[in-house]
């Protein structure tokens, strides 16, 4: 048997820009993917903090080191910059490893830079 688990995510990001005039998707600095290993073009859900707003969407990569979160499309609509997100990404595993395995947590600071927890 195969189950859904949560494997990534980046907690407390701020939203900087809501870009209605683009296609869709969420943009996402470099180095916050690099250290949750959420993939560019990645199905990712979003929870917004402050609107209780959930959707899904696929990742963007960003430029490194600006920490950048763009919501982009018709998820504009859904954040306003300054908003507080939680984009998780899930995986499939067998029962028997996902009763061990441990996701990745990804904390920042205000300006969406990585934080020790």
Known sequence: MQVHVFRA????????EANLNYMGSITVDENLLDASGILPNEKVQVVNINNGERFETYVIKGERGSGVICLNGPAARKVQ????????????????????????????DENNMQVKN
Do not use: C, N, Q, W
């Open 9 to 16: 995510k980046l907690h407390r990001v701020t939203v900087t």
């Open 81 to 108: 910059t300054g908003d507080k997100l939680i984009v998780i990404a899930y995986g499939m595993l067998p029962l028997e490893e996902a009763k061990s395995f441990t996701p990745v947590v990804v904390y920042v």
